[in-house]
């Protein structure tokens, strides 16, 4: 997504219009109806455009024949469409109907901080947030690049970028790390090199990826992050690219399959080969998926393992028990159906498992509201959703209320 915007159209703009804080209003009049400053609020899953700040990240690049591929790129195209592939039309983009995406490009800041500590911050502000994991944009389709050594030194360069040069300006900001899981070895060395850095709550599998969890080649890496106490989640994307995908002629279509096929079908791989057995203190998160999904495969695994059971040996519950104790973030939240809802959140033990994700700044975001206004959840239960689960699978213990809402 580009961030630029033609000289043309900037001419007689009012630059104080374009602001964070502004756009949210209404997320603000929400906030104090609901009184969510009095909720410890965490959203484990909003992004930021990183894309913005190429500039910066490509000089982390370690290897020198890519880092200057990658500036030749940016010259030629104004960004870094040749390294990281190319995007598509009529997708995520919304044909810029959505305003905040391209205006955050001409947004004043304070400019004695990172630009994207002041955009977060406000939006975070907004909401009511108190933590946000952060996590790209673009580069979440970087698993799908014909070439496994660009991942894995684009990888590197935006995880060093984003802990020597962001998280260290804002302790309310905190990042799950890009694992380049199309090489192993390249995942373990990047959980020692940066599991241990400031802000590091765990680490990250975009899910388009077709290598099989359960390689065994990958055991060490999951085993280094039970060690460390590290959760792991698949973040859900999309591949228009993908063969049976291909066969759709919108992209209503991809979006809601996509999100939600590659994060079924590693679940699925990880539990009928047993690796919650394996590795049973090892937290799993599933994110950007939604939920409708959840109930449908422990259903269709319960099923096939009651007659099938020879074919996954490990395994001493139910596939459903496994799911669980698994952990999932809600969005997009399936609002149309609330009886369906409530029987989901009952399937999943939503009271402990569930966790709050706004997705900010994408065009299907959620609000805390989303949870707050669920007329079948109590208050002990919209606590644990909005913000005590995560403190507990992210060990933010001692952690107060930070966030501040703008007044009306």
């Not at 085993?223 to 994307?237: D, S």
């Not at 096939?304 to 669980?324: C, D, F, I, V, W």
């Not at 809802?341 to 299907?364: G, K």
């Not at 060990?395 to 209320?401: A, E, F, P, R, S």
Request: proline share 6%; net charge negative; charged share 20%.
């Amino acid at each position: 997504m580009t961030l630029t915007i033609p000289t043309s159209e900037l001419q007689g703009m009012n630059f104080e219009e374009f602001d964070t804080t502004k756009f949210l209003t209404h997320a603000s009049a929400q906030a104090r109806a609901r009184n969510l400053d009095k909720y410890f609020i965490v959203d484990v899953d909003s992004h930021h455009y990183e894309n913005a700040n190429y500039k910066e990240i490509v000089e982390f690049i370690e290897d020198p024949i890519l880092r200057h591929h990658a500036k030749s790129s940016m010259t030629r195209r104004s960004g870094a469409s040749g390294i990281l592939g190319g995007g598509g039309i009529g997708s995520q983009d919304m044909a810029g109907r959505i305003t905040r995406y391209h205006t955050r490009a001409i947004e004043k800041t304070p400019g004695n901080e990172p630009r994207d500590i002041s955009l977060t911050r406000r939006w975070m502000d907004a909401m009511g947030t108190d933590i946000a994991m952060l996590f790209p944009t673009p580069m979440l389709g970087l698993g799908t690049h014909p070439l496994v050594e660009v991942e894995i030194q684009w990888a590197r360069a935006y995880n060093r970028w984003l802990v020597e040069q962001l998280l260290p300006y804002e302790p309310r900001l905190r990042s799950m790390l890009y694992l380049p899981f199309n090489n192993p070895k390249a995942c373990e060395k990047m959980i020692e090199d940066f599991g241990d850095k400031p802000g590091v709550s765990g680490f990250m599998i975009t899910s388009s990826h077709s290598r099989s969890v359960h390689d065994n080649d990958y055991m060490k890496s999951y085993a280094m992050l039970e060690e460390r106490g590290l959760p792991l989640a698949f973040h859900g994307i999309y591949n228009w690219d993908d063969g049976a995908f291909r066969t759709m002629n919108r992209f209503i279509s991809v979006h809601a399959l996509g999100f939600v096929f590659y994060n079924m079908l590693h679940c699925i791989n990880w539990i009928i080969n047993g690796l919650p057995e394996r590795f049973p203190k090892l937290k799993i998160i599933w994110m950007e998926s939604g939920l409708a999904w959840v109930p449908f495969v422990m259903q269709r695994l319960d099923n096939e393992y009651h007659m099938r059971s020879n074919e996954a040996p490990a395994l001493k519950m139910k596939p459903s028990e496994y799911m669980q104790q698994m952990f999932y973030s809600i969005q997009p939240l399936e609002v149309t159906n609330l009886r369906a809802l409530e029987v989901t959140f009952e399937m999943i033990n939503a009271r402990t498992q569930l966790l709050y994700s706004s997705d900010y700044p994408h065009w299907d975001f959620d609000l805390p509201s989303v949870i707050y206004d669920l007329p079948f959840l109590d208050e002990e239960a919209k606590r644990n959703i909005l913000g005590e689960n995560s403190r507990r699978v992210f060990n933010l213990q001692g952690i107060g209320k930070l966030a501040t809402i703008p007044a009306a």
